[in-house]
């Protein structure tokens, strides 16, 4: 079975500081790694995916996540935070076919 | 290029009414998905079709759950009778057939049950 878990519910940082959301999973291979951002009201929004190659990829707003096998973890980094991305981060994963399995979710909150 | 639409955006329902969610995929995209998300979870899989087929539904609640995607494009989603335990998001999602793992999500029916 495949699952992915987000250890933090909400997040608090403070505008033009760096973030951090973890996101650790489980699957018997290497599995295609997805993070989504969803804005209150709205649907999921595609930040980046990792399928192969190199560990680092980069995705949109200034997003980049970081496969690490060893530690099964696929976690998102911005180095400095706009107020606009007060929403909330979804990690997903799936083994190549169609099934996304979703984490719980991480609810980022901006202070200006 | 247009993405993902559904109505209506918002329902609000008395338990054992029946409800029915319309969603229309972005064009050219063979491989239709509806999920449900509750409140601080993250989204899961309903039912999944290629063109026409449901070829996933086995997350589907089928005694007060249907859905149909006639003409292998529009899919409607219905609940009769809701109950409360019913209040969600409903999200429908859209892909290439081929190209399954990249998803396009909708913005969502809020459905609350009373």
């Known amino acids: 079975a495949q699952s992915v878990t987000q250890p933090d519910i909400h997040i608090t940082v403070s505008e033009g500081a760096s973030l951090e959301l973890r996101c650790n999973y489980s699957?018997?291979?290497?599995?295609?790694l997805f993070w989504y951002v969803q804005s209150p009201g709205q649907g999921l929004q595609l930040l980046l995916k990792y399928f192969s190659g190199d560990t680092l990829v980069q995705g949109i707003k200034g997003f980049e996540a970081e496969f690490k096998r060893s530690q099964s973890s696929f976690n998102l980094r911005k180095p400095s935070v706009h107020w606009s991305d007060a929403a909330e981060y979804f990690c997903?994963?799936?083994?190549?076919?169609?099934?996304?399995?979703f984490g719980t979710g991480t609810q980022l909150k901006v202070e200006l | 290029e247009a993405g993902v639409v559904q109505s209506p955006r918002y329902k609000i329902i008395e338990k054992k009414q029946p409800v029915a969610f319309w969603c229309n995929p972005i064009?050219?995209?063979?491989?239709l998905y509806w999920y449900r998300q509750n409140l601080g979870q993250g989204p899961e899989l309903l039912i999944r079709y290629e063109n026409e087929e449901a070829v996933d539904d086995s997350q589907l609640p089928k005694d007060r759950f249907s859905a149909e995607r006639l003409k292998g494009v529009d899919s409607t989603l219905k609940i009769q009778p809701a109950e409360l335990g019913d209040s969600a998001v409903y999200l429908c999602?859209?892909?290439?057939?081929?190209?399954?793992?990249?998803?396009?999500f909708g913005p969502g029916t809020r459905l609350t049950v009373t």
């Open positions: 699957y018997g291979a290497t599995p295609y």
């Open positions: 997903a994963l799936t083994g190549g076919g169609n099934k996304l399995t």
């Open positions: 999602a859209s892909s290439r057939q081929g190209a399954a793992i990249e998803q396009y």
């Open positions: 064009s050219g995209h063979n491989t």
